[in-house]
T-cell receptor
Framework: DTGVSQDPRHKITKRGQNVTFRCDPI?????LYWYRQTLGQGPEFLTY????????KSRLLSDRFSAERPKGSFSTLEIQRTEQGDSAMYLC??????????FGPGTRLTVT | AQSVTQPDIHITVSEGASLELRCNYS??????LFWYVQSPGQGLQLLLK??????LVQGIKGFEAEFKRSQSSFNLRKPSVHWSDAAEYFC????????????FGAGTILRVKS
């Protein structure tokens, strides 16, 4: 069991640029989740995939954010036209059983 | 609205002392309950979970938690804290009526003094 991996671990970008993050879930897990965590807060849900289908999106996920999970394996989260308010830790989690989620190490995004 | 409350932002305990971290939630039915631990700059590690059955659940690293329906609480405990337990702890709740997500509390930072 290699765990959930995320790439990159850190990303510094300038305001207005696009960024893309990748998540590789635990191989047998069909459920995949994205969360965002800001300093001093718990993670906030962004979106959920079951296999390749995106079944739920938070209202936090503005139209600048898009997520995909082609073929039901890895997932990508893209942020277009980044803003300083997008600076946060982006966490990916995967699971088999409903609600039971295993998290990756996260991608720390800093928008300057 | 759904909410998960961790009343203590910071807790400091001496190494070897017992620990209790509080978590209260506001949901109608019995939710799915979790505790996670996060070290600085890292992801979250699942400590334990409660779905149904015995209300006292055991987790990894010597942690346990007790579900009390009457108090809508799921407090985390450890009988003897080690310096390596210093981290941030998050309570999380899943409930069918709120979709597929987990809702997290704001976290409690645990400091351990020697």
């Amino acid at each position: 069991d290699t765990g959930v991996s995320q790439d990159p671990r850190h990303k510094i970008t300038k305001r207005g640029q696009n960024v893309t993050f990748r998540c590789d879930p635990i191989s047998e897990h069909n459920r995949l989740y994205w969360y965002r965590q800001t300093l001093g807060q718990g993670p906030e849900f962004l979106t959920y995939f079951q296999n390749e289908a995106q079944l739920e999106k938070s209202r936090l996920l503005s139209d600048r954010f898009s997520a995909e999970r082609p073929k039901g394996s890895f997932s990508t989260l893209e942020i277009q036209r980044t803003e300083q308010g997008d600076s946060a830790m982006y966490l990916c989690a995967s699971g088999l059983a409903h609600y039971e989620q295993y998290f990756g190490p996260g991608t720390r995004l800093t928008v300057t | 609205a759904q909410s998960v409350t961790q009343p203590d932002i910071h807790i400091t305990v001496s190494e070897g002392a017992s620990l209790e971290l509080r978590c209260n939630y506001s949901y109608g039915a019995t939710p799915y309950l979790f505790w996670y631990v996060q070290s600085p700059g890292q992801g979250l590690q699942l400590l334990l979970k409660y779905f149904s059955g015995d209300t006292l659940v055991q987790g990894i690293k010597g942690f346990e938690a007790e579900f009390k329906r009457s108090q809508s609480s799921f407090n985390l405990r450890k009988p003897s804290v080690h310096w390596s337990d210093a981290a941030e702890y998050f309570c999380a709740v899943g409930a069918q009526e709120y979709g597929n997500k987990l809702v997290f509390g704001a976290g409690t930072i645990l400091r351990v003094k020697s």
